[in-house]
């Protein structure tokens, strides 16, 4: 699973010229669904995300020192296929991205997973399967990717985690997300 973290002010998802999902300060989350995924990559996507200092501590000063949670902000969850393209000559290949039909409950188990483990109301989507016009006002801008541990390789060990809980991370739990 690959999710692009952008830290936001402000984002909106429409949809046939409505717009069906928005927040406020937060954050956008793009998410690839891969052929391979398993509810392991979704546990470990929700954690990271949940829990990336990616906001300042406006008390004590400190630059990339709270995550989502701990500042109360929003979190938009888009899915967003094209994240596993791969170009074929200058033709986009998406046949490793987890198939429509299969994808579908996927990521709606996701977004369920994102929802129990901070809050139903701070936690929205787009309309998967749709044509989405996605807004935002990036703050920074700071954009993040994240790579589920089964689909990484040596070079993106970076983003290698045991699934345990952080010094500062907020209580999101291995058995929660």
Known sequence: MRAVVQRVLSASVEVEGR????????????????????ASDADYICRKVLN?????????????DQSVMQRNFEVLLVSQFTLYGILKGNKPDF????????????YASLVEKFQK??????V????FGAMMKVSLVND?????QVDSPSLQGPAQSSNSDDGLVRDGEAEVLKETC
Do not use: Q
Not at 52 to 64: D, H, V, Y
Not at 95 to 106: Q, S
Not at 124 to 127: A, C, I, R, S
């Open 140 to 144: 920074g801008p700071v954009t993040m």
């Open 95 to 106: 046949h490793v991205a987890m198939p429509p039909a299969k994808a579908k409950p996927f």
């Open 124 to 127: 929205k989507d787009g309309v």
């Open 52 to 64: 990336m200092r990616l906001f300042p501590n406006e008390k004590t000063g400190k630059a990339w």
């Open 19 to 38: 717009v069906v999902s928005a927040i406020g300060p937060g954050l956008l989350v793009l998410v690839g669904v891969h052929e391979a995924d398993t």
């Open 117 to 122: 483990s901070y809050s139903t109301g701070a």
